[in-house]
């Protein structure tokens, strides 16, 4: 390991994830590879010089020299929007990676896994679902996933589809959709409890989201038992964008 | 707006100084002595700078202000830092 640079990226594809959210594939020259969990920083530099950046996390497992990202647009944010919105086929960026080492699952790893997303803080725990896909590893994971209501789940087709070894419980908080019996609301002990894994089996716990959401999970997940030092967070803060 | 992130937030900067990635490594707070990965750090920021405090008991534990050509680290809230290297 060594100093890292920044590097240029160039967007090779876009697909909306939902009206706000738009996942990215950079090609990254040179690209060493990552960690699933792992971020990145973003770069923009305007015509006068005037520089902006930001991290975010990779939503999916190294591929070669492509680097993927889910960016949600932060109102009055100065680069989401731009990745948002304004970023076409064919420009480039400027990325700085991988970062982090803290927060990652490793594809050896063959502890229970529990992840706890909150709104746009799926994005590394999909990179992690992928990567224990793509390594085919057989740790047990369980995913819950809250969100204010249906229209904002990312990665909704591919979280539907069969996963062996994956379960993926949706805890909505404003409105639920109609066959959902749970009613709209905030995380709760009860949903850890039914939906995670027992303190005994010692699952490796990953929590990422608001930081009040990240708060409030954490704490629920102690209160069940669970070791601090298996309990992972990561907080995406309001500010920036 | 005191709304704060993480230690993680911190990866990207701290790699512009250090061949490892010190968010892993395990800090110690000079005010309460509480020890923890630096990811689990409350981060305020980016400008002026990032500042790093303790979640037992709020002290500041590092800063850093990157400016022109230079990055400045403030260790001053750190007993010491252990660091995982791959043997």
Do not use: K
Not at chain 1, 44 to 55: F, H, K, N
Request: net charge negative.
């Amino acid at each position: 390991m060594r100093r890292l640079t920044w590097r240029p990226a160039e967007l090779v594809a876009a697909a909306a994830e939902t009206a706000s959210a738009r996942t990215l594939r950079f090609r990254v020259p040179g690209w060493p590879g990552h960690l699933a969990g792992q971020h990145v920083d973003v770069r923009l530099t305007a015509e006068d010089g005037y520089t902006a950046q930001r991290s975010y996390s990779m939503a999916a497992p190294a591929d070669g020299d492509l680097v993927e990202l889910t960016v949600e647009t932060v109102t009055d944010g100065e680069v989401s929007p731009y990745l948002v919105e304004e970023l076409r086929v064919g420009d480039q960026v400027e990325l700085r990676g991988p970062v982090g080492g803290w927060f990652v699952w490793r594809p050896e790893s063959t502890a229970p896994v529990l992840l706890v997303g909150g709104g746009s803080g799926i994005v590394p725990l999909m990179s992690m679902i992928r990567a224990r896909r793509q390594a085919g590893s057989r740790a047990p994971f369980r995913l819950l996933y809250s969100l204010r209501d249906p229209d904002r789940r990312y990665y909704a087709d591919e979280l539907r589809r069969p996963d062996p070894g994956l379960d993926v419980t949706y805890l909505y908080t404003r409105s639920a959709p109609e066959h959902v019996s749970r009613p709209a609301r905030r995380i709760m002990l009860d949903d850890l409890a039914e939906g995670g894994w027992p303190a005994s089996f010692e699952p490796d716990c990953y929590v990422c989201g608001p930081t009040g959401f990240v708060e409030a999970a954490a704490d629920l997940l102690l209160a069940l038992g669970h070791a601090p030092e298996r309990i992972r967070t990561e907080r995406f803060g309001p500010t920036g964008g | 707006m005191t709304e704060h992130l993480d230690g993680n937030a911190l990866a990207g900067p701290l790699s512009e100084i250090f061949a490892v990635d010190v968010t892993s490594a395990t800090g110690r707070c000079v005010s309460c002595g509480l020890a923890g990965p630096v990811a689990s750090l409350r981060v305020y920021g980016p400008d002026p700078g990032l500042v790093a405090r303790c979640p037992g008991c709020e002290e500041v534990v590092l800063r850093l202000v990157r400016g022109p050509g230079t990055a400045w680290l403030d260790l001053r809230g750190t007993v010491s830092l252990r660091v995982n290297l791959p043997e």
